[in-house]
C-alpha cells in the first residue's frame, strides 16, 4: 500500500465522487408492470400449440414432445379423427387431451425442437403465477391459440431464415 | 511422457496386479486389483519419474451384472507434463472395501465420502467415513443400479404417457 | 412545548430518514427505490409503521422477558433525550417576552450530550443479551466495545472546541461561531475525527458491524420483531439526525449563516430561517451518512479497534496538543 | 418542597438497587442494577448543584466503566453456572468486615452537625468554573499525582494482562 | 381422463382470497394497504432462481418499488419467505423452522419450478414442492422464473395481503392449515 | 478466576443454512474464541439433487438441461463442456466456427461467473452498490443469451455437434455493445473496492492458502491460480481452438481473497479481449455439424423427406447409436476444472456419468483456510471461493 491508499481519504473520496455521479444519472429501473422490457424473438415461454392456416390444430400426437421433455411435463391421449372433423384437425390423429403441467416445465424449448409437426411452439408471453397449484394444469383451453386469425400467435421469428424460405416455395408434404 | 514408459514402469513395479490395461480410451487407463490401489496411486505420486501429484477425480460405478460389480475411478493429473492416467479397482457387492487416499491428497476426502455416500464402498483408513450428500439416516445407496431415480411420493405423473 | 415540538420533529424525521435512504440508495444504485406506496413512496414509512405495529409481538422463548422489552425502549428513550440540549436558533419573541429555541440550556451541554451519548449503547447491549441469540449477543458485543473505544476519540476531539471557547454551553459555542468564524475552520482535523466517530456512535457504515447483515444476520436486533424492531430502527436515524445536529452545532455554526443577520428580518422570521439552516446542515449530514454507507465496505472489527486506538485517539490527543500550544502563544 | 421528594425517591432508588445488586440472581441484573444506583447518586449531585460531577459520574461510570462490566459479564456468559456454597469462614470474615465498615460510619455519622452544612443551593462549588479553579489552584499536585497514579495502575493492569497470555 | 386428475398436495387455497368470509371492514383495508406496501421478503434462496433474485433485487427490475428491497435475513422480521430454487428433503426441516419462526402474518411465495413442485428433479433426493412442508400462498411458475415472473408472483402476493383480514390469523381455519403441515405455534 | 480463563469457554456458532452469507445452503459449525475461529465442521447436501442418478436416465442430449443447473452462473460452458464430451464420445471434430463461437459463449459465461462473485465479495463486505453496478452489465450478458438461445439463466444453449441457431445479427450487435461498455463499468467498480484500502484490509491475508496445499486440496481455476499455480485448462489441454488466441492467465502469489478477487478480475479483462478476438475472427461456415446421425436435421427437412424425419425421431427418441467406451473431458468452467467422465454402454442413456464439479472438490479446504482468522474473515473467505451450490451438491 502507498502512503495515499493508507490514509484512506483518497480512495474514499473517489468512491464517492462515483456513487454521486450515478445520482443524476437516468435511471436503468424498468418499471415492470407499467412498461415491459423488451423479450428476445426466441424467447422461452408459454407454450401454444398452433394451428394451420385454415384453423386446423396441427398436432398429430405423436408424443415425440413428450419423450423429449427432460421434466416429464407433457401429457397426451392420442384418438382417431373421425370422418366430419377435417376442419378441426389436420392430421389423421390428434390430441383430445394435452397437458403441460406448467410448474414441472422448466422451459428447454427441447419439445419445441422435437415436434415434427410445427404444432407447439414457445412464445415470448410468460407464464403469470397462480394462488393454486392445481391451476398450473394448461390444457388445450389454455394451450391452443385462438382460431380468430386476428389473434394468431406470430410464431415466424422463431423459426429459422431457411423454414421461412422453404415455407414460402414449397407445400409442406403433410400440409397436402 | 509417453505411453510406454508409464506403462513399463507400472509392469516393472506392480507386474501381478494389473489386471486390464487400456491404451484406445482417451486416457491411458488401467485396472488394478483392489487390495494395491494405494500403493499404486502412491507409487504414481511419488516417484520422480511420474509425478502424478493432482488427484483430478475420484468416483464410482457399478456394473451389477459383473462378478466384482462396484468399482472405484480415479483420475491422476501430472500438473508438470500434462498427461492424464486413469486407474480403476474393483470389489464385490460383499464387502466392498478399498484403502484410502485421503493420506495422498486431501481433495479425496469429500470425493471418497460421495462415492460412499453413492455405492456404499468403505473407504479403509479414511478420517471421517459417513453420508455427505444424502440425509444421515439414509438406508440405501442411491447410485446403485437397483434403486429407482424417482420419488416415490411424486403424485402428479402418469407414468403410462411416457414410454419409460 | 418546545420540547415535544422536538421530540415530534425527531420522530418525523427518523421517519422519513427511512425512505429517503432508500430513495437515495435507489439513486446511488441507478434504481428508483420504493414509489408504488403514495406519490413517489411517500407513505411508504407510513405502511412500514403500521405493518409492524400490526406484526405478531414475538418473544424468544428462552429470551429475558423484562430485559428483552427494556432494551429497545431504552434505545429509544435515549436516542429522544440528547435533543433537549441542542440550541435550535436564536430566541423567539413572542408578547416581547424572548424564549430560546432549546429545552434546556444546560451550562455544560456538551458533556450532557456525551454523557446522553455514552449510555446510549444500553439499550443495544441489553437487547442484544436478552435475546439469548448467539449473533445477537456478538452483535451487542461489538456495539458495547466499539462504543467505548470511539468515546474517547469524540471526547477528545470536543476538548479542543472547549480549549477555543472556554464553555461547556451549546449555546455559548453557537454564539461564537456567528458569521463565518466556524470551528470547522480552526479544527478540521478535530472535525474529521468528530465526524468518523459519529458514523461509529451510530452504528452506520463503514461501522455497523453491529448488525451487519452478511455477518451477523441482523446483529443485536437479530430475534426482535414488530414495533420493538421498529424502535430499533427508528433510533438509529434519530441518532443520526441529533449526531448530524451536534456535529452541525459544534463545528458548522449552529443556526449561523454569514450575510443571515444582515438581512435585517424580523426577529421571529429571522428565528425560523436560523432553524431552517440549521436544519438544511442536518439534513446535509444525514446525506453523508447515506452516502458513505452505499459507497463504502465496512471494517473488520479488530481494524475498527485498531483504528480507534491506534490512528484517531493518537490524533485526537496530537490535535489536544496542537491547540493548547496555539492558544497559549496568542495568549 | 419538591426537591425533597425527589431526594427522598432517589435515595430509596439509590438503596434498593444497591440491595438488588448483591441480591439478584444473574449477574446481568446485578450490573444493571448498579447502573441504576449511579444514576440515582448522579441525580443527588444534580440536586446538590453539582452538574459536572454528575454528567461526569454518569459518563465515567455508566458510561464507560459499566459498559465495560456488562461487556465482560456478557462474554464470560455466567448465566448458568452454579455458585459453589462459599465456605463458612469466609462468610464469618464477610460479617466481621461489613460489621466494622457499619460501625466506622455510625461513628462518623454520629459526631455529624447537620445544621451546619451549607445549603446545597447556594454553593456554587459543583459548577465547572469553580471546581475547576479548586482543582487547578488550591490542588493541583494533589490532582496531578493522582493521575500519575492512575496511569501506574493502568500500566499495571496493561501488565498483567499481557502476563496472563504467556 | 377426468376421473384421473391427479392428486395434489395439500395447498389450501389461501382462504383470505377465496372465502369472502369476514373481511372487508375499513381499517382492515387501510392494514392491508400499509401491509401490502411493506412486505419485506426473506430470501431463501438456494440455486438458480436465487441468481434471478439478484437481478430481481437489481436496477434493471428494483423489488425495491414496491417496499421490498430491505432483505430481512431473520425469519422474525420477515412478512415474506420466498423459497427460490431446490429443496431437498435435507432441507425440508430447515425450511420448515423457518417458517414456525416467522412472525404472523407470514405468507411464502414458491418461486420457481423446483421449489414449487420439484421441476425436472424428479429424484429420490429432492422434495417434490414445499407445499409439503409449508403452505404456499403464491407459486411462479419457470425454471427458473424470469424477473417479470417474480415481481408478478410477488404482485399476486401483494393483492393477497391487501385482502386479507386482520382476523384470518386467529380463524379455526388457519389454525387447522398448519396443524394439516405439523406447524402449532 | 484462572480456571475461567485457563480452559477457555468455545462457543458454537451455527453458520447457515439460512445464514445470509452462506447464500442458502452451507452449513458451517464454527468453534468460536470470542469472534477467532479455532475450527470449523462442514455440512453440505442441502440441494442434493441427483444429477448423475437422473443422467443414468435420460438421453443425452436431455442431459443438457441439467448441466445448465450445476454452475448456473456460468451455464453456458457446462452446456457446451457437456456437448464437447459427447462429441469426444462420439469421435466427431467440430468447426472452428462452432469453435468459435463456443469459445464467444463460454468467455461471456466466465465474465458474468465472476462478475457475480466479485460483486458478492463486495457485498460481503458491506458494499452494495458496486454489485449492482456490475449487476447491470449482467442483464446485458443474459440479453445475449436470450438472443443467442431463448433463455437467461439456465440456457440449454447448443447442440451435440453445434448450435441450434446461428449468431444472430441482434446477438452480435449486442455482443459489441457489451463489449465496449463492459470497461467503463468495471472500472468503476474497480475504483470502488480494488484499491480502497478498507476492502485491501478486509482481504489480504484472508484466507489463504499456499500453493501445494491448494493442489492437494484438489483446487483449479482462479482460486488455484490465485495461489499461484498457473494451471488453465484452456491452456494445458486446448479444447474448442482455445490455441488460436493468446491470452494471460493471471496468478497471485498469496492465495489470499485479495488475490483471488484479483486474478479474477483480471480474468474478466482477458475473457473480454478473447471475446472481442473471437468475434473479429469468426469464420464463416455452418453453425453445426452435419451429421445426420446426431445432429437434428433441418426442420424444412424433417417436414418435407421421409429419411430426415426418421432421424428426426431417432434423435428425438434417443436412439442414436454411441460407441460403447469412456471418456474423461474437461473444460475450464467459472470456477476452475469442470470434468465430464462419462461412461457408455451403447445405450440411449449415459451408463454412468460422473461431474467433476470443481466446488465441490476444493470446498473442502475451507475450515483449514479459515481457521485463525475471525468471524468476518469467514465469511469473505466463502464468498471469494466462490462455491456454487448447485455445483456443490450436485
Not at chain 2, 451389477?64 to 460389480?69: A, F, K, W
Not at chain 3, 446525506?287 to 485526537?316: C, E, N, V
Not at chain 5, 431446490?86 to 405468507?107: F, G, H, L, N, S
Not at chain 6, 445426420?292 to 434423435?315: C, D, G, N
Amino acid at each position: 500500500m502507498t502512503f495515499w491508499e493508507r490514509i484512506y481519504f483518497p480512495a474514499i473520496l473517489n468512491g464517492m465522487r462515483i456513487t454521486f455521479g450515478h445520482l443524476f444519472r437516468r435511471k436503468t429501473t424498468v418499471q415492470y408492470p407499467e412498461v415491459k422490457r423488451e423479450f428476445s424473438d426466441i424467447y422461452r415461454g408459454k407454450h401454444v400449440l398452433k394451428r394451420d392456416d385454415e384453423g386446423r390444430e396441427r398436432c398429430t400426437a405423436c408424443g415425440l414432445c413428450a419423450v423429449a421433455c427432460p421434466a416429464e411435463a407433457i401429457t397426451m391421449v392420442a384418438a382417431e379423427r373421425k370422418p366430419g372433423e377435417e376442419h378441426l384437425y389436420r392430421e389423421e390423429k390428434y390430441a383430445t387431451v394435452y397437458e403441460i403441467n406448467m410448474l414441472r416445465c422448466i422451459f428447454c424449448g427441447d419439445c419445441e425442437e422435437a415436434c415434427p409437426k410445427e404444432a407447439i411452439f414457445l412464445t415470448k408471453e410468460i407464464v403469470k403465477s397462480e394462488y393454486e397449484r392445481g391451476k398450473f394444469i394448461y390444457g388445450k383451453a389454455e394451450l391452443v391459440e385462438p382460431s380468430d386469425p386476428a389473434r394468431r400467435i406470430d410464431i415466424s421469428k422463431r423459426q429459422t431464415p431457411e423454414v421461412l424460405a422453404f415455407k414460402k416455395n414449397k407445400k409442406f408434404k403433410h400440409n397436402k | 511422457m509417453e505411453n510406454s514408459f508409464i506403462i513399463d514402469k507400472l509392469y516393472k513395479a506392480f507386474d501381478q496386479d494389473i489386471l486390464k490395461m487400456d491404451t484406445s480410451s482417451d486416457v491411458l487407463s488401467f485396472i488394478i486389483a483392489s487390495p494395491v490401489v494405494h500403493d499404486v496411486i502412491s507409487f504414481l505420486k511419488n516417484d520422480e519419474n511420474m509425478n502424478f501429484n493432482f488427484l483430478t477425480d475420484l468416483c464410482g460405478i457399478h456394473y451389477p451384472d459383473r462378478g466384482l460389480p462396484l468399482g472405484v475411478v480415479y483420475h491422476l493429473h501430472n500438473l508438470t507434463e500434462n498427461k492424464r492416467i486413469r486407474i480403476k479397482t474393483f470389489v464385490t457387492m460383499n464387502e466392498p472395501k478399498v484403502s484410502t487416499v485421503t493420506d495422498l491428497f486431501s481433495s479425496a476426502n469429500w470425493m471418497e465420502r460421495e462415492t460412499f455416500d453413492f455405492y456404499g464402498i468403505i473407504f479403509e483408513g479414511h478420517p471421517n467415513l459417513k453420508r455427505i450428500l444424502n440425509v444421515e439416516y439414509m438406508d440405501f445407496f442411491p447410485l446403485r443400479k437397483e434403486y429407482p431415480l424417482e420419488d416415490p411420493t411424486r403424485e402428479d405423473k402418469d407414468d403410462r404417457y411416457f414410454g419409460r | 412545548m418546545l420540547a415535544s415540538f422536538i421530540l415530534v420533529l425527531s420522530l418525523l424525521v427518523a421517519m422519513y430518514s427511512t425512505l429517503i435512504e432508500r430513495k437515495v440508495a435507489g439513486w446511488f444504485q441507478d434504481r428508483h427505490g420504493p414509489n408504488r406506496a403514495g406519490p413517489w413512496g411517500l407513505l411508504q414509512p407510513l405502511a412500514d409503521g403500521a405493518k409492524l405495529f400490526f406484526k405478531e409481538e414475538f418473544m424468544p422463548l428462552s429470551a429475558d422477558k423484562f430485559l428483552y422489552i427494556l432494551g429497545p425502549s431504552l434505545t429509544m428513550f435515549i436516542a429522544l433525550l440528547t435533543s433537549a440540549a441542542i440550541p435550535w436558533g436564536p430566541d423567539l419573541i413572542i408578547n416581547g417576552a424572548a424564549y430560546p429555541l432549546q429545552v434546556a440550556d444546560v451550562n455544560i451541554g456538551i458533556l450532557y450530550v456525551f454523557a446522553i451519548l455514552s449510555i446510549g449503547v444500553y439499550g443495544i447491549m441489553i437487547g442484544g443479551w436478552a435475546s439469548n441469540n448467539k449473533y445477537a449477543l456478538l452483535g451487542a458485543v461489538r456495539a458495547s466495545s466499539q462504543m467505548i473505544s470511539y468515546e474517547l476519540a469524540m471526547s477528545l476531539s470536543i476538548i479542543t472546541i472547549v480549549m477555543m471557547t472556554g464553555s461547556l454551553s451549546m449555546r455559548e459555542i453557537v454564539a461564537q461561531q456567528q458569521g463565518f468564524n466556524w470551528n470547522i475552520i480552526y479544527q478540521p482535523l478535530g472535525f474529521l475525527i468528530f465526524l468518523i466517530c459519529a458514523f461509529a456512535e451510530t452504528n452506520r457504515a463503514p461501522f455497523d458491524l453491529p448488525e451487519c447483515e452478511t455477518e451477523l444476520v441482523g446483529g443485536y436486533h437479530t430475534e426482535y420483531s414488530s414495533m420493538k424492531l421498529g424502535f430499533y430502527l427508528f433510533a438509529e436515524y434519530i441518532n443520526m439526525f441529533i449526531s448530524g445536529a451536534v456535529m452541525a452545532t459544534l463545528f458548522l455554526g449552529g443556526y449561523h449563516f454569514p450575510g443571515l443577520d444582515k438581512l435585517g428580518l424580523s426577529p421571529n422570521v429571522f428565528a425560523f430561517v436560523s432553524f431552517m439552516v440549521l436544519f438544511t446542515k442536518i439534513t446535509l449530514f444525514g446525506f453523508i451518512y447515506m452516502w458513505i454507507r452505499w459507497t463504502l465496505p465496512r471494517f473488520r472489527y479488530d481494524q475498527l479497534m485498531k483504528l480507534g486506538w491506534k490512528s484517531l485517539i493518537p490524533l485526537a490527543i496530537l490535535n489536544v496538543v496542537v491547540t493548547g500550544v496555539v492558544i497559549l502563544l496568542n495568549q | 418542597m419538591f426537591t425533597q421528594y425527589i431526594f427522598h425517591f432517589l435515595s430509596i432508588m439509590a438503596l434498593f438497587s444497591a440491595v438488588m445488586v448483591l441480591a439478584s440472581k444473574k449477574p446481568i441484573h446485578s450490573v444493571l442494577f448498579l447502573t441504576l444506583t449511579f444514576f440515582s447518586i448522579a441525580g443527588h449531585y444534580v440536586l446538590l448543584n453539582a452538574q459536572f460531577l454528575a454528567v461526569v459520574h454518569v459518563i465515567v461510570y455508566a458510561g464507560a466503566i459499566m459498559v465495560l462490566f456488562l461487556f465482560t459479564v456478557m462474554l464470560l456468559n455466567l448465566n448458568h453456572d452454579e455458585r459453589s456454597p462459599k465456605p463458612m469462614w469466609v462468610n464469618i470474615m464477610a460479617f466481621i468486615a461489613g460489621g466494622m465498615l457499619m460501625l466506622t460510619l455510625i461513628g462518623i455519622f454520629r459526631g455529624y452537625d447537620i445544621q451546619s452544612a451549607q445549603d446545597p443551593m447556594t454553593t456554587q462549588i459543583g459548577l465547572v468554573k469553580n471546581l475547576g479553579k479548586i482543582l487547578y489552584h488550591d490542588y493541583l499536585i494533589p490532582f496531578e499525582l493522582s493521575s500519575v497514579l492512575f496511569l501506574t495502575a493502568m500500566v499495571g493492569a496493561v501488565l498483567l494482562g499481557k502476563k496472563e497470555q504467556i | 381422463m377426468q376421473k384421473e386428475t391427479p392428486k395434489y398436495n395439500k395447498s389450501e387455497p389461501p382462504e383470505g382470497y377465496t372465502a369472502p368470509g369476514i373481511f372487508a371492514t375499513t381499517f382492515d383495508k387501510v392494514i392491508g394497504l400499509a401491509r401490502k406496501n411493506s412486505i419485506w421478503p426473506l430470501p431463501f434462496a438456494t440455486s438458480c432462481c436465487g441468481i434471478e433474485f439478484m437481478a430481481t433485487m437489481g436496477a434493471h427490475y428494483d423489488l425495491g418499488r414496491f417496499g421490498a428491497e430491505r432483505l430481512s435475513f431473520s425469519p422474525r422480521q420477515a412478512d415474506l419467505l420466498m423459497v427460490m430454487g431446490t429443496i431437498a428433503k435435507k432441507m425440508a426441516p430447515v425450511i420448515q423452522q423457518v417458517y414456525i419462526q416467522m412472525a404472523e402474518p407470514r405468507w411464502v411465495l414458491a418461486v420457481g419450478a423446483c421449489a414449487s413442485s420439484g421441476g425436472i428433479f424428479d429424484t429420490y433426493s429432492v422434495l417434490q414442492g414445499i407445499d409439503r412442508v409449508v403452505p404456499v400462498d403464491v407459486y411462479v411458475p419457470g425454471c427458473p422464473p424470469r424477473p417479470e415472473q417474480i415481481i408478478d408472483g410477488f404482485m399476486k402476493v401483494q393483492e393477497l395481503v391487501a385482502n386479507e383480514s386482520l382476523r384470518r390469523r386467529y380463524s379455526a381455519e388457519y389454525k387447522e392449515l398448519l396443524e394439516g403441515y405439523g406447524i402449532l405455534k | 478466576m484462572t480456571d475461567i480463563l485457563d480452559d477457555k469457554q468455545y462457543t458454537t456458532l451455527n453458520l447457515g443454512p439460512t445464514h445470509p452469507a452462506t447464500h442458502g445452503i452451507f452449513q458451517n459449525v464454527l468453534t468460536l474464541d470470542g469472534e477467532q475461529i479455532i475450527d470449523a465442521e462442514q455440512t453440505i447436501g442441502y440441494i442434493h439433487r441427483a444429477f448423475e442418478k437422473i443422467a443414468e436416465h435420460r438421453p443425452f442430449y436431455q442431459i443438457t438441461p441439467l448441466t445448465d443447473r450445476l454452475n448456473y452462473c456460468s451455464s453456458p460452458i457446462n452446456n457446451i463442456g457437456w456437448h464437447q464430451t459427447v462429441e469426444k464420445l462420439l469421435g466427431v471434430k467440430t468447426t472452428k466456427r462452432i469453435d468459435y463461437m463456443r469459445i464467444i459463449l463460454m468467455e461471456l459465461a466466465r465474465i458474468t461467473d465472476h462478475l457475480v462473485c466479485n460483486s458478492v465479495i463486495g457485498v460481503d463486505s458491506g458494499a452494495l452498490t458496486g454489485f449492482i453496478y456490475v449487476f447491470q452489465e449482467r442483464e446485458k450478458v443474459y440479453e445475449i443469451y436470450e438472443e443467442v438461445s431463448g433463455a437467461r439463466l439456465t440456457t440449454n444453449m447448443g447442440r451435440i455437434g453445434g448450435f441450434e441457431r446461428d449468431l444472430s445479427l441482434k446477438a452480435v450487435k449486442k455482443i459489441r455493445e457489451f463489449l465496449d461498455h463492459l470497461p467503463k463499468v468495471l472500472h468503476e467498480f474497480e475504483k470502488l473496492l480494488m484499491r480502497n484500502r478498507i476492502f485491501m484490509d478486509r482481504t489480504i491475508g484472508v484466507g489463504p492458502i499456499s500453493g501445494e496445499r491448494a493442489l492437494n486440496y484438489g483446487f483449479t481455476g482462479p482460486n488455484l491460480r490465485a495461489a499461484g499455480v498457473d494451471y488453465d485448462v484452456r491452456v494445458m489441454t486446448p479444447y474448442s481452438s482455445y490455441d488460436d488466441f493468446e491470452f494471460i492467465i493471471p496468478v497471485g502469489t498469496q492465495g489470499d481473497t485479495y488475490d483471488r478477487f484479483c486474478v479474477r478480475q483480471q480474468e474478466i479483462w482477458e475473457s473480454v479481449k478473447l471475446v472481442r478476438n473471437a468475434l473479429e475472427n469468426l469464420p464463416e461456415g455452418s453453425f453445426h455439424l452435419d451429421v445426420p446421425q446426431f445432429y437434428l436435421p433441418p426442420k424444412e427437412a424433417v417436414y418435407s423427406k421421409m429419411e430426415a424425419l426418421i432421424w428426426h425421431f431417432k434423435i428425438v427418441m434417443g436412439e442414436i447409436e454411441v460407441p460403447v467406451g469412456e471418456v474423461y473431458h474437461s473444460v475450464e468452467g467459472g470456477n476452475g476444472e469442470l470434468g465430464f467422465y462419462l461412461v457408455s454402454d451403447g445405450g440411449r442413456t449415459p451408463f454412468r456419468l460422473h461431474f467433476r464439479r470443481p466446488g465441490f472438490i476444493y470446498y473442502q479446504a475451507y475450515p483449514e483456510m479459515i481457521r485463525g482468522g475471525v468471524l468476518s474473515d469467514a465469511i469473505l473467505t466463502m464468498s471469494s471461493m466462490n462455491v456454487i451450490a448447485g455445483e456443490l451438491d450436485a
